[in-house]
């Protein structure tokens, strides 16, 4: 009887247990370690300085993890309280560079990608639709790049709610 009970917690799982999130840690953690050290450490979105980090310090994308850095997990749409940041950060990069990319809407996790476009609609920003893997997989990370025509990925901001 304990066989239908772990298929069915991992079937509940399947949102939070990342394969993709847990090599790319251990990686990082073992060879890469400056890669664990954040750039800028914030409270939330409110205190990032876009316009000086496109002005002074050149980036030109800016890629957002969805729950829990724009809305609360599995919401789809952004938190009130931060609607003025984000529309000041659409102000400064252009629409056309800033992207959600989330482990839920877009993901393979994405029947039809139904929730992508869901959370489109409530945020009015692009969703990266990235069914081969999830993120920080390499395959994820071409299909950022490949979004915003293939820069260099030093030109991205990435901001997510892991590390700090």
């Not at 079937?11 to 939070?16: D, I, S, Y």
């Not at 790319?24 to 073992?30: G, I, N, Q, S």
């Not at 980090?53 to 749409?77: M, Q, T």
């Not at 952004?78 to 989330?102: T, Y």
């Amino acid at each position: 009887h304990i066989l239908p009970l772990i298929f069915i917690g991992l079937l509940v799982m399947v949102q939070w247990w990342n394969v993709s999130g847990v090599t790319a840690a251990l990686r990082a953690f073992t060879t890469q370690r400056h890669l664990l050290k954040p750039s800028l450490c914030v409270k939330d979105i409110r205190d990032i300085p876009f316009k000086q980090l496109r002005e002074e310090s050149g980036y030109k994308y800016v890629v957002f993890d969805k729950d829990n850095c724009l809305s609360k997990p599995y919401s789809k749409a952004p938190l009130p309280i931060l609607k003025d940041a984000l529309n000041a950060c659409l102000q400064v990069f252009g629409k056309e560079n800033v992207l959600i990319v989330s482990n839920s809407a877009g993901s393979c996790d994405d029947e039809n990608m139904k929730e992508a476009i869901k959370v489109e609609n409530a945020f009015g920003i692009p969703v990266l639709q990235h069914p081969r893997s999830k993120k920080p997989s390499p395959e994820c990370i071409h299909d950022i790049l490949a979004h915003f025509n293939n820069p260099p990925a030093s030109q991205c901001i990435v901001v997510g709610d892991r590390v700090c």
